[in-house]
């Protein structure tokens, strides 16, 4: 350090989490000297040890690697999104700064851009590279600006009036089916029932969300089918719930309306103007509740 007068604060050093839980006091004691140099430390493979939430409390570090495990099935795994949420908001708790590894793909970037992760690394950008390659990259990179990847996100918003004699075990199995599909295509959204009517709000890939629209379309238990808005947007509006579901009129039977209510505006009426009907279905994810919560 002395002898290239570099600064401690721009170098960033990384230990795995196994190594560093295998002596745990011996290297704690380290990595207190490295962190009195100004050196900067990160653990790397976040995810994969034995670490405690005790320990990560009282470890000089500034960054956590998230481990390329969770990365994965982020995309299609609704187990993997809710790992690397949780990891993120800790991390965030605690002042750390989040990288995630192995990012290969643009579902990937996509869901780690909704959970706020500070960094990404992996072979969507760059593979692993030699020195001279390294530095063409890096000022390539200059001249350019950098690389930009912003992976649109699909959606689309419709209502449709339901069939006759769909109750709700009908509506309940549906439901059933409708979530386990959409994880594997790594669909989100929240379905509104009321009086009879369906708005429905789909959010993923927009190959797949098409694909859906048309089955929905030539699905008997759907009729006056009407799509109100779709378009592009970069961070999901429900990125946990595979389907959610609210059974509005099931809702309002709670509460006591006055009799001066001379025109209830169903959800077909509502449709008529894209932007109420935007903002009204997506206020349901404020309820910060998951599709085991919203059942029929």
Not at 143 to 167: I, K, M, N, R, V
Request: charged content about 20%.
């Amino acid at each position: 350090i002395a002898t290239h007068a570099s600064d401690p604060a721009r170098i960033l050093l990384e230990i795995t989490e196994t190594a560093l839980m295998a002596d745990i006091d011996t290297n704690l004691r380290m990595l207190r000297g490295l962190a009195d140099l100004g050196f900067r430390v990160a653990i790397d493979d976040f995810g994969t040890g034995y670490s405690s939430l005790a320990q990560l409390t009282k470890l000089p570090v500034n960054v956590l690697k998230i481990d390329k495990a969770f990365i994965d099935g982020i995309a299609h795994r609704p187990e993997s999104r809710a790992v690397v949420k949780a990891v993120i908001g800790l991390g965030r708790a605690l002042g750390l700064k989040m990288i995630a590894e192995g990012v290969e793909n643009p579902a990937q970037l996509l869901e780690l851009r909704n959970f706020g992760c500070d960094f990404v690394q992996g072979y969507l950008f760059y593979r692993p590279l030699e020195k001279n390659q390294f530095i063409d990259a890096v000022e390539q990179s200059f001249e350019t600006g950098g690389q930009h990847y912003e992976p649109p996100l699909f959606f689309l918003l419709y209502t449709s009036q339901a069939a006759s004699g769909l109750d709700q075990n009908h509506i309940a199995a549906l439901l059933e089916q409708t979530r386990s599909a959409n994880r594997g295509r790594g669909i989100t959204g929240c379905l509104l029932h009321q009086d009879g009517y369906f708005m429905q709000y789909l959010e993923g890939d927009r190959q797949n969300v098409l694909a859906l629209l048309e089955k929905i379309q030539q699905d008997p238990r759907h009729c006056n089918f009407n799509v109100i808005l779709q378009g592009s947007e970069y961070h999901r509006v429900f990125p946990e719930w595979s389907m959610g579901f609210r059974e509005i009129g099931r809702q309002l039977d709670r509460i006591v309306f006055p009799d001066r209510c001379k025109h209830p505006f169903s959800l077909m009426e509502l449709a008529q103007d894209p932007r109420t009907s935007y903002i009204y279905i997506t206020s349901f994810r404020e309820t910060g509740q998951h599709d085991s919560d919203c059942s029929a």
